[in-house]
């Protein structure tokens, strides 16, 4: 497969409107392509773009692999059986935390990759849909609930509202995160919620890897946030952030990733993931490898 990305035209960071970036280091894609990219420095806020960044119309190659794990649950070995273990936690802590912010809520899963969540939910009794771009993802789904899910494009469109709004690993995916957030918040009902679950590159895991870190995901992940970025980013398109929610899982699902990506013992990922969570559990800040980002309309 050849890969080819244009250089996009200078982008402003969507956090903080700052047009200054500034080199930080460079990161390979260890999952596919095995391409070179440059994580760029938001010179204000320290937001992280990948660079070169593809395009809309270029980014769909990255993910042509039948190891893209979020889109493959059937595949075998120790990184797919710790995958299908943390998102089977996963689903049941979802829907409880979706249930426990509005009782009946009306939910949009923004970006449902599989759906599985959507047809967890639903099995619930909850009146969820879901917004997925990757056809192939679509066709994964269990048959039942297909028909609750619709293109990005068509959802922003549309004149549905929710009580509660999510993107799960989502956010950093996305070209243009502020134009969608603010056509997200339109869509949100009043005391509404939105739900952002994100890699955190201030995790101490982030850092032990550096280059290596597996959540660098480049070029997949075009977008890199700490809590110093995400949480002001919300608040400045009129949110309240109300509580973050570690995600102990990812660090250790990171971690052995990269520990292959270095070419070294799995057992050692469990070992830096471990003191990852430990040091996040006694920070104020919590930060995890990944933190889920609870925000209310103001």
Same mark, same amino acid.
Not at 236 to 258: C, Q
């Given at each position: ?13 969507? +956090?903080?409107? =700052? ?16 391409? !070179? $990219?440059? %994580? ?27 190891? #893209? %794990? ?35 809520? +009306?939910? %949009?899963? #923004? ?12 099995? !619930? ?20 609930? !297909?028909?609750?899910?619709?293109? /990005? ?8 509202? #929710? ?38 590159? *201030?995790? $101490? ?8 870190? *597996? ?10 946030? &700490? /809590?110093?970025?995400? @949480? ?7 949110? =309240?952030? @109300? ?5 102990? $899982? ?14 070294? /013992? ?8 471990? @003191? ?15 933190? &889920?980002?609870?925000?209310? %309309?103001?």
């Amino acid at each position: 497969m050849m890969f080819h990305v244009e250089q996009l035209a200078p982008m402003i960071c969507p +956090s903080c409107q =700052n047009k200054s970036f500034k080199p930080l280091m460079d990161v390979g894609d260890h999952f596919l392509s095995k391409e !070179r $990219f440059k %994580l760029l420095q938001c010179g204000l806020c320290s937001l992280l773009r990948t660079d070169p960044m593809p395009s809309e119309t270029e980014i769909g190659a990255y993910y042509k692999s039948d190891q #893209y %794990l979020s889109h493959g649950a059937e595949r075998k070995g120790l990184f797919a059986s710790l995958y299908r273990l943390a998102k089977n936690h996963n689903l049941s802590w979802k829907t409880n935390l979706i249930s426990r912010l509005h009782n009946d809520a +009306s939910y %949009l899963d #923004y970006g449902c990759g599989t759906a599985d969540l959507i047809s967890h939910c639903q099995s !619930r009794g909850m009146n969820v849909r879901g917004a997925e771009p990757n056809s192939e993802a679509i066709s994964h789904a269990p048959s039942d609930v !297909r028909a609750a899910i619709v293109s /990005p494009k068509e959802e922003l469109e549309s004149i549905r509202t #929710y009580d509660v709004i999510s993107l799960w690993h989502v956010l950093e995916h996305i070209h243009e995160p502020r134009e969608v957030l603010l056509k997200l918040k339109e869509k949100i009902n009043s005391s509404g919620h939105l739900v952002i679950a994100i890699p955190n590159y *201030a995790s $101490f895991d982030a850092k032990h890897y550096g280059a290596h870190w *597996a959540a660098w995901d480049v070029p997949r992940h075009l977008w890199h946030y &700490t /809590p110093d970025q995400i @949480i002001p980013f919300l608040e400045s398109l009129g949110f =309240n952030h @109300i509580d973050t929610k570690a995600m102990w $899982f990812d660090a250790f699902y990171v971690s052995l990733l990269s520990e292959r990506y270095k070419g070294r /013992p799995a057992f050692l990922g469990i070992f830096w993931a471990s @003191i990852s969570n430990l040091r996040a559990l006694f920070n104020k800040k919590r930060t995890c490898s990944s933190q &889920t980002y609870i925000f209310r %309309l103001k």
